[in-house]
């Protein structure tokens, strides 16, 4: 029997996008059941993606009572996800910076033995185009900077798009994390890591939203730095004392996937 799939998608203010993303994401993953999960947004993002669901099926759309974070909104959408016996689960943002052609790679390396499959910006093959130089600096300093104190074997442990076999989402205790923002990436990699569990690292080219907000904010990535150091003194399960000496990571068979290689940040 084929892996049930469900892509989660978190949404908030995404009008622009989010009818786009769907058609798109249905041509890349026919197979694949969606589930778009909407902190109630005020600008008809859950609306329309109803209203895409008749035309493409397979869309589910979960209301939230209000705007809670991405990583409250993740771990609702994983726990609606594993509740129904999806096998694997997918992260993409709706803001049409991932591009929902690299999924079936991802989904690839999962069927090859990966717990954890992850769109890298900063393997062979990686990019950010549109990106200044400050911004790719700052975004690859955070890399290193949770690599180094996490002690992870992964490139670009921020990035937004993955897949995750729900078994390892399980054991990884995905509903015990606390972070709220993008350290939400970091802190669900490291949980995955400590309980043994295989990381690829697919290359993506990562583009700038077209249109729309983006979420991303100073707060938020103070947030994440503060979390990795906090972790990394101190948490039981993500610090030091709580990495397993037995990990390892067996390079995978596919094409475009990496494991533990990643260039000089």
Known sequence: MDARTLIVVPTYNEAANITELLRRVRRAVPDADV???????????????????????????????????????????????????????????????????????LLQAIRRGADLAIGSRYVAGGATPDWPRSRRLLSRSGNLYA????????????SGLRAYRASALTRAAFDATVASGYGFQIELTARVARNGGRIDEVPIVFHDRARGTSKMSTRIAVEALLLVTKWALGDPVLGWRGRRRNETRTPASIPGAVVGEHEAA
């Not at 690599?147 to 992964?154: D, F, G, M, S």
């Open 35 to 105: 589930l778009v999960v909407d902190d109630a947004s005020p600008d008809g993002t859950a609306e329309l993606a109803t209203a895409v669901s008749r035309d493409v099926g397979s869309v589910t759309v979960l209301r939230r009572a209000g705007k809670s974070g991405l990583g409250a909104a993740y771990r609702a959408g994983f726990a609606w996800g594993i509740a129904r016996g999806y096998d694997i689960l997918v992260e993409i943002d709706a803001d049409l910076s991932h591009d929902p052609e690299v999924v079936p790679r």
């Open 147 to 158: 690599r180094c104190l996490l002690r992870l074997a992964v490139s670009d442990a921020t």
